[in-house]
């Protein structure tokens, strides 16, 4: 029986989902973990992670986490032969990166214990 057309989308956004999220991942540990960063190496590494990338189609992504992944690869790609110090595009990469994470983990852990409506029943 073959997959419904809905099936197949679905099953491609996941999969560019998850090369997006694989880039980003490399990348981050890359910037990281490095003790000698160098422009050379860094395009080397932009270049072993777009292999990947490319080879799944890019889709239409509406959710804004995933908006901002996709947009926060695409600036790294657009740091691929920059003349910029390699030290403030680590710098620049990661805060955004951070700041990606406390966006997800902002909309994930919420803390109730300040909200009013949990006591009113004790009145």
Same mark, same amino acid.
């Given at each position: 029986?073959?997959?419904?057309?809905?099936?197949?989308?679905?099953?491609?956004?996941?999969?560019?989902?998850?090369?997006?999220?694989?880039?980003?991942?490399?990348?981050?540990?890359?910037?990281?973990?490095?003790?000698?960063?160098?422009?050379?190496?860094?395009?080397?590494?932009?270049?072993?992670?777009?292999?990947?990338?490319?080879?799944? %189609?890019? $889709?239409?992504?509406? =959710?804004? @986490? !995933?908006?901002?992944?996709? #947009?926060?690869?695409? &600036?790294?790609?657009?740091? +691929?032969?920059?003349? %910029?110090? $390699?030290?403030?595009? =680590?710098? @620049? !990469?990661?805060?955004?990166? #951070?700041?990606?994470? &406390?966006?997800?983990?902002? +909309?994930?852990?919420?803390?109730?214990?300040?909200?009013?409506?949990?006591?009113?029943?004790?009145?």
């Amino acid at each position: 029986m073959a997959a419904s057309q809905k099936a197949v989308n679905n099953a491609n956004r996941l999969r560019y989902i998850r090369a997006l999220e694989r880039f980003h991942k490399s990348m981050v540990s890359y910037l990281s973990n490095t003790q000698e960063l160098s422009h050379e190496g860094f395009n080397k590494k932009i270049d072993n992670a777009l292999k990947l990338l490319n080879r799944t %189609e890019e $889709i239409q992504i509406y =959710k804004g @986490e !995933l908006q901002d992944l996709q #947009n926060l690869v695409k &600036k790294i790609i657009s740091y +691929k032969d920059s003349d %910029e110090d $390699i030290d403030n595009i =680590k710098e @620049e !990469l990661l805060y955004s990166s #951070n700041q990606l994470d &406390k966006s997800k983990n902002a +909309k994930r852990y919420k803390k109730d214990k300040h909200t009013n409506s949990k006591f009113d029943d004790w009145d």
